[in-house]
């Protein structure tokens, strides 16, 4: 299920006001653009209203092919637990997401979605990094018609990202987190059951009960990260890597899962943060 949007003829139900942060550099951010056909009264606006009860539709931004910065930094490429909503909790407050009884604690990291799309849902909605639906009902990606209902809780600050246990912590206190792994190849900590292709022996591991256990391959991992193939290179090259394309002299990073763009040639960053390895033509 990705983003199946349907028009509905003057179905504009509930009513979701604009407050001052549409002054502030609203339109910057990935969110807010609104590409569903048939939706009317879109003007890149975003509701500042937070609904009593916690409840939301959950939608999706991000990933390959529509990776862009978003407006509180960081890039919205799939990778990350990351969602919408800063007009509403502000730049980087940490948001608790459940559903299915699963868990999942993502940052605020950009602005949205437009008013439009809550109108047309008839509720208010929480934009996210597809991991999350993924997390949250298996699907790799969600759109407003799907209506798929999560509830939403600020939890504190230092709350670490990624899955959690539900009803942990709502209120502010901070979910309790699964254990996680720290992988050298990625340069961060992952989660339970996500498996990465090391950069050192090409081998496959798993995160398991916070350490990491050799796999033969990435079958039945949750996620996977591993080795991109280089047409430049004429070889395969680790998570990280950044590559100037012979095709179109474009500088790509492997994201573990395809190549993405932007790099940052003088910061030697691209999308999933720095590069392991500059490759130039």
């Known amino acids: 299920m990705t983003r199946a949007h349907y028009f509905i003829p003057f179905l504009l139900v509930g009513c979701f006001t604009v407050g001052e942060d549409e ?131 600020e939890v504190a600050d230092s709350t670490p990202t990624g899955p959690c246990i539900p009803g942990g912590g709502g209120g502010g206190g901070g979910g309790g987190t699964m254990t996680t792994c720290s992988s050298a190849t990625l340069d961060r900590t992952v989660e339970e059951g996500v498996c990465v292709q090391s950069a050192g022996d090409k081998k496959w591991y798993a995160c398991e009960a916070g350490a990491w256990a050799s796999r033969t391959s990435s079958a039945g991992c949750a996620e996977a990260y591993g080795f991109c193939n280089s047409a430049t290179l004429g070889t395969t090259v680790p998570p990280r890597t950044c590559v100037q394309a012979a095709s179109n002299s474009t500088w790509y990073q492997c994201n573990g899962q395809g190549w993405v763009t932007p790099v940052s040639v003088s910061a030697k960053t691209g999308p999933i943060g720095a590069c392991s390895s500059m490759n130039p033509l």
């Open 23 to 153: 002054a502030l550099d609203g339109t910057s951010g990935v969110s807010v653009s609104t590409t569903e056909q048939g939706l009317t009264g879109c003007h890149g606006k975003a509701s500042t209203s937070i609904p009593a009860n916690g409840k939301y539709v959950l939608t999706t931004f991000g990933g390959p092919g529509d990776h862009q910065s978003m407006s509180c930094g960081g890039y919205a490429d799939g990778t990350t637990w990351y969602a919408a909503s800063r007009q509403r909790y502000g730049c980087g407050s940490k948001l608790q997401i459940e559903a299915n009884g699963k868990c999942v604690v993502t940052t605020a990291l950009d602005y949205g979605p437009d008013v439009c799309v809550e109108n047309a849902a008839g509720m208010p909605i929480i934009d996210a990094s597809p991991k999350v639906s993924r997390a949250l009902f298996d699907e790799a990606g969600a759109g407003w018609s799907d209506h798929l209902v999560v509830t939403v809780t």
